[in-house]
Each structure stands twice: as C-alpha cells, then as structure tokens.
C-alpha cells in the first residue's frame, strides 16, 4: 500500500505584510504575523529543512500560531541527526502541524529502485525527492515561508523578501537580510537547540549523500553538493530563476 506522501507529526498560538524588514527580530517577527493572521490566514506555511539555523523562523512561527503548518521534505536520505532533531524542535518549541513531505514510494520504483539516482544525476533526485513533493504539498496554500538568507551563498546575494513560485504563490523570505552573527545571536538569546552536526563542521544541511562540512571562510553551503555545478536543490527556481515580486504586496 502507498503511503500518504503528506502526514502530520506532532506540536505554541497567536498573533501587515511590508515587503522590506531592516534587524531584525522585531521586523522579521512583524513580516511573519501580518502574513500568518492578517494577510494569509489559513493559507500559508512554512517550508522548513529543520536544517544548520531553521530553528530561529521556526521559534518566531511557534510564537505566532504553533498550528501553523510546516511543511519538512523527507528525501528518505537525510541523516538521522535531522530527523532527530525534527522531533526535538517540535516537541520543545510545541508545534503542532509539522508535515513530513515525502515522495510516493511508487515514483521511487519507478525513478531509483536502486536509491542510487543521487550517485548519477543529482538533479533528477532532487526534483524526485524534493520538488514534485513539495509542489504537491503546497497546492492548498496561497503563500509560503522560507528561511533563506543571503550570506549563505553568492546565488542568494540579492535575495529579496517576496517572490513568486510558479504557481504565482507568494513566497516570502523573511529572514533575507539576516547575517549568521544575527542567527547565531537570536538562538542565545532563546536559548534555542542546535542542530548537532554543527558542531561537526556542517554550515548547511541536506540530504547525507550529498552534504559535507565547510572549512572555515566557505560559503555555508558549499558543502552541498560539494565539486558539482549545482548550488541549489531547485525548489527555489522557476524555469532555472528566482521570479521576484515587483511592487506586488501579498495577497494582490
């Protein structure tokens, strides 16, 4: 029998979009609630890897409305630290709508029996086990919430915080502008857990087969798909883009 490639896990409640916050806790906070309550109600949620520095948006959506729904791509190849610490962040910070998106086992059959595709084509296993799930996933809502930012490569330097999907969902990065020293701070400052394979040297967390530890002065991700043209998993791009929102305010 095929699974249901979306399923709720387990577990904080309540809270205008403006397109430009500055630092950040307040700003970034103030983009998130006017989008979850006022603009998007019931129709956004938040894409998240429970990566290297995810529990910061995590926490700020928590404090929010902690049914909001989050959606966590499970590949079926991440490392075991990530689901762990998946479980630990919702539990700790009470999520109550975390949704694993995983890809049908019968598309697996059909693209990598083998589970092996990672190994030949790195991009025609991430759009298997992240983007036609995802894309599925999304369907219901209107908008959606990542957490990039642009220090983390020089693909994401000029960031901006709204954009369009594909599907012309608008998807916002409200923590575009944020630097690591901002992340790192906030995480103190809540006390937040780390994931532990930071502390292992890993700046950006993926898939295990395809995720190494950066050296000091790298690019957070470029341990992702370490010696490869490639940069990102492709969840992001529309026809190999990033499509920005003009002078377009959420829920136009």
């Known amino acids: 029998m095929q699974h249901d490639p979306v ?3 387990g577990g904080h409640a309540a809270a205008g979009v403006g397109l430009a916050p500055t630092r950040q806790d307040g700003d970034a906070l103030a983009l998130l ?3 979850i309550v006022r603009d998007f109600p019931g129709r956004i949620a938040l894409v998240s890897s429970f990566g290297a520095d995810s529990v910061v948006l ?3 959506v928590a404090e929010i409305n902690p049914a909001t729904p989050v959606l966590f791509n499970e590949t079926g190849m991440l490392f075991a630290e990530t689901l762990a610490y998946q479980r630990e962040v919702a539990a700790e910070l009470g999520l109550t709508n975390v949704r694993l998106v995983r890809p049908t086992l019968a598309s697996l059959s059909a693209a990598d029996p083998s589970g092996t595709l990672h190994a030949t084509d790195t991009d025609a296993c991430c759009h298997l086990r992240k983007v036609v799930p995802l894309n599925r996933a999304l369907e219901p809502y209107g908008a959606w919430i990542t957490g990039r930012k642009r220090f983390q490569a020089h693909t994401r330097a000029a960031l901006p915080f709204a954009e369009y999907d594909e599907a012309r969902r608008i998807k916002l990065n409200p923590l575009a502008n944020w630097t690591l020293q901002d992340i790192r701070a906030y995480m103190v400052d809540h006390d937040l857990p780390r994931h532990p394979l930071v502390a292992r040297g890993y700046g950006s967390i993926g898939c295990a087969p395809c995720t190494t530890p950066v050296a000091e002065g790298e690019d957070p991700r470029a341990g992702r798909w370490r010696n490869q043209d490639k940069t990102e998993c492709g ?3 529309v026809d190999g883009r990033a499509v920005r929102v003009a002078a ?3 829920g136009a």
């Open 235 to 237: 969840i992001h791009f």
């Open 58 to 60: 995590l926490h700020m």
């Open 248 to 250: 377009a305010q959420p």
């Open 33 to 35: 609630r006017s989008a």
């Open 7 to 9: 399923t709720a896990t």
